[in-house]
């Protein structure tokens, strides 16, 4: 059982440059949600979904989008980065019930130079 | 505004019992989360409060006081491989997580 795949693993980015870093989960989940974890802070939620074709904002959503044509993909889109993006990101799901724990995928590490 | 405490660092020996601290004040209570993160790696569940009391789930056991806005993690019988962040996280009225920053735990030998 995969749980939560997240790629790539590790990323460097020029400034401007624009990437897609994708999520996928095997566990029939409808939420899904992307988070930055950056020093010193509480993971902070760029976007979240709550099923196939609903997206909605999260604490940190400028210079991200998002789409959920499927249950199982969920891909985080970086329109022009920036060096404040610079950060580690955590896809997770959870089956949405209020008591559900978060499945995090493994992370990507995204620099931005 | 919401926010979640912790302290930010602890350090404790092997053998030994250490108990983790988390302070919330949010909007509306749906549950608190502990998650545990080793370095570099993903957050992984712990345990689930939404009612006042004590868990316990084998080594761990964590605490909730609603009246209090408080919930500590206890870990006994503490191993090196317990060295890591532990993540607090309050669910709110919208059903929306807030954060902690995260305690890491050092475990000395």
């Known amino acids: 059982n995969a749980g939560v795949t997240q790629t790539p693993k590790f990323q460097v980015l020029k400034t401007g440059q624009s990437m897609t870093l994708q999520c996928a989960q095997d566990?029939?989940?409808?939420?899904m949600s992307w988070y930055r974890q950056d020093p010193g802070m509480g993971l902070r939620l760029i976007h979240y979904?709550?099923?196939?074709?609903?997206?909605d904002q999260g604490e940190v959503p400028n210079g991200y989008n998002v789409s959920r044509s499927t249950t199982e993909d969920f891909p985080l889109r970086l329109l022009s980065a920036a060096p404040s993006q610079t950060s580690v990101y955590f896809c997770?799901?959870?089956?949405?019930?209020?008591?559900?724990?978060?499945?995090f995928g493994n992370g990507t590490r995204l620099t931005v130079t | 505004g919401q926010n979640i405490d912790q302290p930010t660092e602890m350090t404790a020996t092997e053998g030994a019992i250490v108990q983790i601290n988390c302070t919330y004040q949010?909007?509306?209570?749906?549950?608190l989360f502990w998650y545990q993160q080793h370095a570099g790696e993903a957050p992984t569940f712990l345990s689930y409060?939404?009612l006042d009391g004590l868990e316990e789930k084998g080594r761990f056991s964590s605490f909730l006081s609603r009246s209090k806005g408080y919930s500590y993690l206890l870990l006994k019988e503490l191993q090196m491989k317990d060295s890591a962040s532990y993540l607090c996280?309050?669910?709110?009225?919208?059903?929306?997580?807030?954060w902690g920053a995260g305690t890491k735990l050092i475990i000395k030998p």
């Open positions: 996280a309050v669910m709110d009225s919208n059903y929306q997580l807030i």
């Open positions: 949010t909007s509306g209570f749906n549950g």
């Open positions: 566990m029939n989940h409808e939420y």
């Open positions: 997770a799901s959870s089956n949405g019930r209020e008591n559900s724990p978060l499945h």
């Open positions: 409060n939404v």
């Open positions: 979904s709550v099923g196939a074709g609903i997206t």
